[in-house]
């Protein structure tokens, strides 16, 4: 098939899973009546049902199966937070402006879908042309602002919606920003992620968990980010909720006592190496991945395995999912290794989980901005000897010679490492003097023997104090959930075969509502015993709806198919009713004392539809 | 006991409580290790814990229980919509400054404290003074801008932190502002309610529910008040959770079908009459409080038989709970009655939970703002002859007569009720003019019969278009839970007597970690022991924590009782162990292979302890 039918195909299957998503209010445009804001979406009642099940799911999943200390903190966020953490500063996007309505747009996207629009719809293209345009988009988001704005430039790229020329690009913070108390004077964000929360307690939850490490905390809450054009519906929006752990790990001991029950797992990876060789995706085993060092360490391992258990029990289609390894450039520098759960839908290959090893730059960070030291310790079963390096500056030579910038030198030598210092000290014995780089000063100074005294010494030592690293997976839970749509919708003909219906196919830990209940007709003794069966699912814990009206029992199927819901009670006698599949079309006849806990039993995982079908006697319609 | 020492114990305890909570982090202060921020506070891992078991239990008992729907809207919220619920122009608090520093305070607290404090410590005070303060303290509430600072300026109240003189009161939008979008031009709030976000969609929802009233729809989530000077510790914060019910029902009809339910409860209530009078509060039966008009109508009277049901299942001491209606003066105009839950701490009755008939308000305001009718439909099984007022204004006559104004009267003139128009009508017939007041002109015009045709039509009616009223519970989970810690907070002698221990009685429904397992000493048989009941524990979804540090039993038991944990698993042999129940201390000896199905059945509530305690042998350490 060719590019633009298929692109023109995932159209039409979008269009198809959104138009039922809106209709049956799996989701709502917010506030629509006043003509909605974009990128802010609710969750109507089968989505909101969805969302719970999942969160509650990933609770029993993570939190629970790992013990993990559980945190909620708020999204109103103090400057001083994050400062610390680089957003105020880094967390950017570059904007160009249309100069003369002053619409914003983000200076990527123009770029990226100038060059698209050439690949895909120029046939006339010289190839040297075609090749440029494919390196802007592979290199687009290494681009400096100035690059971005001499490409937008050289390309005459306009405003799309008034071909106005454009400003040159500039940064734009994606927080929303607000202010803390009356006085206007404490500037505040909207959390962009929940895991700062989570590092400025560090210490607190090191004690709770008796100074002992490993141990992960997780938040599920709220998170903002105010888009510039939120584009991909569903897929990038302006708050949504996320679930993020933070592993605590010793950085010298990375392993992780529970790897073995992921070690047998294989599913597609992509590493680096494969990505810049412009090989495909490849199903590989994870523990190999670890042995051979694809992936940096077991922890790391450990949590992509239970990623990829995670979402495939959700029902992401496991052929449709890849763990794919960041580039060099896509990383932050201070990572160790970084990859992402990447899920094909219809706009493509979709991050929904990032799994990074962030090493120790958070907690040094707020080390750093509050003097609070986020560390920990191990102690030794007996002292150790250590051999340590110690710098004494001669404060009062140093201020003599080198008066207001005294401080910078001074911090200067005592920040040296072990080979620059005993070099140094060699410089100093032969010399009498050494020529030494203050990097705050950008200038080379001349240190004399009697300015610094360098020594190294035995020390007894009784415990070792570090900073741990972070491993971090967070999960958009919207995205998955979008994504899960999509795998879940499947369209069939009707009974007789003059419409196509819709339904979700999804697995009943995540169906929005577990059952059905239909009066075969319109009867006071059915309906009675409805509300009966409708009573005791309730006592059981089930979600339900009823529906008495009159219309077809076909239709009534039809429209519960359409939301997911897994299995369908119909009422056609006083003692016994049947329940029907809605994937297979199946359906057993139940006792009605029974039938509340066959349902339950086939959707809170002890059964399955197959194990309970050549228990009772199957029923055709 | 006088009123200083009673203040003094309650004082006392309260420390003690939220020493204890903090230590164990049920709360930690947000971004402690920056000196944090006033009103904004995280729940650590047990208090985390309290929070999803008490919304878990709300989403049992009032949406699966009611079949409620659902919905999850953003926190993000345009100032349109805030506008249109009166939240822009009317959430506010008056505050004053410092005029040399700027600190902000709420005029009303100071006020309050000035009064409060004379009346408490100062023993000379003549009686027509403490008149005169209780008076104010009465009537505090209702006292505009201008009498705030008049008693202010009077009483000479200077600002408590540094004695300077004080502003005159100004109001204080309490929502949190930020921008929505790049361009800066879209003002937003973060939501200060989550109702609105389920009032803007109640056209879908209407639909969604088969277009039949009565539907409730829920909602669960975070909301924002920048409060002026938060004070009250965990009771008065910036950011909270609150889960929201909006019931809709006919105004004509606001009967409930589940009422018989509750009708037999009986608990402490509070009407209008009895506070006015200066009687105490006292226990009735809500089905006499609704049949003799104290509760407006049974619909509210069945939701506030529901909350006591959910409060008392959560721990809350039924005795230091009660239902306490709105005085009049409390109460927004439109409100056709309102009670509060109000749960007796420390810090006194304290508002958790209001349950308000809101009559037709909130969706008439955003149909008129966003010209969506927001209605209900009641279609008749006959058309009905309908005798119809028809007020016909002569748009060319009144032009003539009242130039620019002509719109004001035209449109006074069509908003006539029926008894007026009539007797316009007559009026007009005899005398051939006639007076009448235009309320936007304020003033009184003549009309004369040229302007304007009365008649009265009989017109056939297929359905009857409506505003639904709308009966609200907003519940404060945050305050709930901390009236829940101090209800069940207490303390006994240690086995030897020598230490007082802390511990909280939590039920197991709520109870942060249901159960811990202790080899009783450290050896590896009882380890693994204690590791495969955890395993066994985790299937059944069960939260446990293991302790296998070699602390005395006795500490151990400790630890987890004040954390509330209500069973304790202790390994001492390979085959049977022992199960302990936190309040009583008793204890029962289970098998390894059953005590997993034991702990379910005592946690999910099949079974109480003293279900079980007759069923196994006692265990006496």
């Keep these: 098939m060719d590019p633009a039918q298929q692109a023109q195909n995932r159209e039409t299957f979008r269009q198809a899973v959104t138009n039922t998503l809106e209709r049956r209010l799996f989701y709502i445009p917010s506030f629509k009546i006043y003509r909605g ?127 106005n020329p454009l400003s040159a690009p500039y940064p734009f913070n994606l927080m929303f920003q607000t202010s803390i108390g009356p ?100 199903r590989i085993n994870i523990s190999e991945a670890v042995a051979q060092g694809v992936v940096n360490n077991e922890t790391l391992g450990y949590f992509i395995g239970r990623v990829y258990l995670f979402l495939t029990h959700l029902g992401i289609d496991k052929d449709r999912l890849r763990f794919r390894q960041h580039l060099a450039n896509e990383m932050a520098h201070y990572a160790a290794d970084c990859w992402d759960a990447e899920i ?29 030291p986020l560390v920990a310790h191990e102690k030794f079963p007996e002292p150790r000897e250590v051999e340590k390096l110690i710098i004494v500056p001669a404060k009062k030579e140093l201020g003599l010679a080198f008066k207001g910038n005294q401080k910078m030198v001074v911090e200067a030598l005592e920040a040296m490492g072990e080979k620059e210092a005993m070099e140094m000290k060699e410089t100093l014995k032969s010399k009498g003097e050494a020529a030494f780089n203050v990097c705050t000063l950008d200038k080379v100074v001349t240190i ?57 196919s999804f697995p009943p830990l995540v169906a929005p509502i577990k059952c059905t209940v239909f009066p075969l007709v319109q009867n006071q003794q059915y309906e009675e015993v409805a509300r009966q069966i409708a009573r005791s699912l309730t006592v059981y814990g089930i979600s339900y709806k009823i529906d008495i009206t009159g219309t077809s029992i076909g239709k009534r199927y039809a429209r519960t198919d359409e939301l997911g819901v897994p299995f369908a009670i119909t009422v056609d006698s006083a003692s016994s009713v049947t329940i029907r599949e ?5 359906q057993i006849r139940v006792n009605v004392d029974e039938v509340a806990s066959v349902i339950k039993e086939v959707t809170d995982g002890q059964s399955t539809w197959g194990d309970v079908l050549w228990k009772y006697p199957t029923h055709s319609s």
């Design 37 to 163: 804001v974009a990128g802010l979406y609710d969750y109507g009642p089968p989505g909101c049902a969805v969302k719970s099940n999942v969160l509650a799911f990933w609770r029993q999943h993570f939190v629970l199966e790992e013990n993990m200390l559980e945190v909620d903190c708020p999204c109103v966020t103090p400057e001083v937070v994050l400062k610390a953490s680089g957003h105020v500063d880094k967390f950017t996007d570059l904007m160009v402006k249309d100069e003369k309505t002053g619409t914003c747009y983000r200076a990527d996207h123009l770029l990226k879908d100038f060059c698209k629009d050439k690949l895909e719809r120029d046939p006339n293209l010289p190839a040297e042309k075609a090749a440029e345009f494919r390196h802007v988009l592979a290199v687009l988001d290494d681009l400096s602002s100035e690059e971005l704005g001499a490409k937008i430039k050289e390309y005459g790229i306009t405003a799309p919606d008034t071909k």
């Design 183 to 282: 006085s206007g004077v404490s500037p505040g964000y909207m959390r962009p992620e929940t895991a700062q929360g989570i590092f400025v307690n560090f210490k607190d939850l090191y004690y709770y968990n008796g100074n002992k490490l490993p141990f992960a905390a997780a938040q599920i809450g709220q998170a903002f980010r105010n888009e510039i054009s939120p584009r991909q519906g569903l897929l990038r929006v302006r708050e949504f909720t996320l679930a993020e752990i933070e592993h605590f790990v010793d950085p010298e001991d990375k392993s992780h006592p529970k790897f073995s029950d992921v070690a047998n797992l294989e599913f597609l990876m992509f590493p680096r190496e494969d990505q810049v060789a412009g090989r495909s995706a490849r």
């Design 344 to 372: 094909e839908c219809s706009y493509g290959w979709i991050e929904c989980v990032g799994i990074a090893d962030r090493s120790a730059y958070d907690l040094r960070a707020h080390t750093d901005k509050s003097g609070v």
């Design 448 to 504: 004399n023997k009697n300015m610094v005294s360098i020594s190294k010494e035995i020390k007894k030592e009784h415990q070792r104090v570090f900073t741990p690293s972070v491993i971090e997976p967070s999960f958009g839970i919207g995205r998955i959930i979008y994504c899960l749509y999509e795998h879940s919708f499947n369209i069939r003909p009707s009974r007789d075969g003059d419409e196509q219906m819709n339904f979700f």
């Design 582 to 586: 809605r994937d297979s079309k199946q």
